[in-house]
């Protein structure tokens, strides 16, 4: 009898895990499942549909069930789990277009049941053109109305806010986004923080407005008209047309309570560098598994896009009898703001001290490309390094320039723990269409250095 | 009394010396000489300057003697070294203007003389037209003969050839590039020549030649005409209007050979991890030094442009009474043709062979974002791995897309000897305008690791 294995999820890690456990073996059966109605898709691209970058949400598909079908993969969409019964084997299913619940025996099981919005207890949030986005239903919901108004609010101010602001603002809406927090993208140290908040503000000026320390206390509006304006802690009344909630996600694990699986950090699924879950012929992938941050050497939660595929890939090799050690993460993270690129690798500055690191941090400013070359851009690059072993802990990036090229040469150093004075003389290739003769990368980890040795 | 450092040679290496030295120490009196009547430029951006996307050659100077002056660094242009004497501590200077020749004392001696062109012994190869690319003055000689010319010939199929090609077809002449050994960029990997070859050669149809396995025997011309035509062993005879000869450099180093002063690989100059050389209280840097290869371990000479800076600071901090150690390059280079980057990193395929290693290797071509973004490149990439150790040994990556935030990932674990499998996990940021969901260069590491454990 052929080995049946069922995925639960159809995000990224899901479907990543069925494409690759295919390849890796025909002789499974393998059965996905997801309460969608739709699978494989890229959610990070939604915020590019949003400001119509991308026209069609069709784009952001990226394999459809008839494809998964001719590799003898079966897709079940809008099926719900509801309950897992590791001791005997099977997953508690509910149809949601007949809400008929039946039994699906497992010999592998994978959850890959992603993360889902973290919705505020505040008073009438349940008014419509008050928004998440997660699902491409999201981003076709807020697009048909972003298309007939002129203000948004925009609650929490994490990568998500940024980037819907980006197609409000692309849409000429006034938006105002609203962050409890002394900082937007609190990952950041407060200076960097500060920085991206200004280029915000000053590349169009009168049409964002960033309010810190504020707290949405309610909604008011009307069940026909929907969400009219939203209320402030310090009484402030901001008229809009449509809010978007980016106040964070959580791993979408509910059902999974009484299990017995076990969960960890912020009720993320715990599971093993191989990808298994604590319990016999389980595993998990994706955003509602936990991380292991290889900097701090704790456990930790970071749902991304990229973990996901890793994860999922991972996992599948496993399944099929391979051996694939997931190891853990770093906290990258990169989005834009237009022209501008904000990205945080490792920990902060301000990380590094609660940890108990003795960091040190060098902060840059210089042109991307040899000074004489035409479309010159900037990146100011923070880096971090602790003092005891010489090593690096974090670098943030942000400018107009190629920041990516240089927080991605930081990112295999702090995996392997390059001391400084091996880093500050690193061989990167030279052309002047291409970077200064000492890369901007370089000066950072030079002038940390000089200040440790100094 | 203060110290006398004296540095000879005005490209990178030394100025970088100079300016780092005043910034750690304003005590020491620095003198540099220089045989050109310029220093402190970029050479490497002469190919732009030839193509006119830098206008003026003065926008390639990084800095002026006056700007030295102001530092306290007291420049002296056209003033030849002809020989060193470090027994009695003093350089023979020739005054290149008067041709008078006088003795200057040193207490630290820095040399910085760079590498100059190898003439190929070629019959009326003095003729006029034909030149080499090295100096501001050989850009403008070029430039001033490509606006009245319609035909070119290269000689030698190098980075300097490829560049100055784009300069040409940008400039509308039909160019012939003429190659003695069976590939162009003979550091890649026959494959990946091929690949650039073709590419080249497809860009602009009938309007680029490459000719390989072709020896150039002898030029014809006139003394008042200059060259006429390019003939080859095989017998062909190219018309041109002229010719650049890219046919390598060689470490400028004739003056040193009565000194004393130990040469390595070429006649470069042996340097330790200081920048030391043999002989007490002479260093040296930049293009006239030999190289430490960190991949294999042996001596080699790479002379680039982003070393002589690192080396020129270096040095400078241990002549202030520092310490800085600079242990080597991974044969990092760079170049474009147009919107194509062409690069190579540590060692390629063939070279891994005849080191002993035991190398494997991958090649993917992926889109450098996610697929339904706009403004999409093509990368591909050729990694290189060992198979006993898993390191990473080179990679060469060629394309329209983000070439070098994918070559520079490698770098740093090529350096610290890396492993593929914690390698193809690396945690890469991810966000669509900037990368698929798993790097180009995560495929790559995947696919070998897969390979070697199969």
Redesign the interface.
Known sequence: MAEQVVIIGGG?AGPKTAAKLRRERSDIKIDLYTQEDIISY?A??LP?FLEN??QNYE??I?RTPEDFQKQNIDIHLKQRCIDVDTDNQYVLMEDLTTNTKYKKPYNILVIATGAKPVIPNIPNINLKNIFTLRTIQDGINIKEKMLQSKKAVLLGGGYISIEVMEAFVQNNLQVTLIEKEPQILKMFDEDFSQRITDYIIGRNPGQVNILLNEEVVAFSGNTEGGVKSVITNTGKEIETDLVVLGTGVRPNTDFLINSGIKLSIKNSIKVDKTLKTSKNGVYAAGDCTDNFN?ITNRYTWVP???????EG??AAINIAG??C????????????YFEF?I?I?GISYKEALEYGFQPEFAIVTKKDK?????NIGTVTLKLIADKNTHTILGIQGIGDG?V??????????I????KL???M???????????P???PV?NAA?IIYQKI?S
Do not use: W
């Open positions: 990224a890229s990070c691209g590019y970058t991308i784009t952001l990226i290889l991304m896009g990229s973990t996901a595929n890793k890939r991972c391979g051996n050690l997931f190891d853990g993460i770093l906290n990258s993270t990169i989005t834009k690129t990205s690798i040899a000074g004489y070359m035409p190629e990516n090229q240089r927080i991605n040469t930081v990112i295999p150093a995996l392997s723990k390059t004075e091996s880093f003389h690193l061989d990167l290739p030279y052309s002047p269409p291409y970077s003769a000492i890369d370089l030079q040795n």
